[in-house]
């Protein structure tokens, strides 16, 4: 209320792009933290075979830093999953509220 009629047209289609575009950003985003500790932990995963292929019994002793990394990094992973979790849920909260509530 209170939007002059001949901006209206405009302010509706900019809500509706609005309405539509915040799940998509959220999925994109929600996406880039999964493909990116995925990334990570094949690099560092790929590491530590090469290292313990390569360098045989020296190797092994080589690779156990790496292997570490990784066991850390799969923790991070299952931190940052925790964390995408509860903001796609509040968000999605949010959103449903905002559709079901559009005046407030």
């Known amino acids: 209320s209170g939007i002059p009629g001949y901006i209206l047209p405009l302010v509706v289609l900019i809500e509706i792009i609005s309405f539509f575009s915040r799940p998509i950003s959220l999925s994109v985003r929600l996406f880039a933290n999964m493909l990116a500790g995925h990334i990570t932990l094949k690099v560092f995963a790929g590491f530590v075979t090469m290292l313990s292929g390569a360098l045989g019994a020296a190797g092994l002793l080589v690779g156990v830093l790496p292997l570490l990394l990784a066991v850390a990094i799969t923790g991070l992973e299952f931190l940052v999953a925790f964390l995408q979790a509860y903001v796609f849920t ?15």
């Open 90 to 104: 509040i968000l999605t909260c949010i959103y449903l509220n905002d559709a079901i509530h559009p005046g407030h």
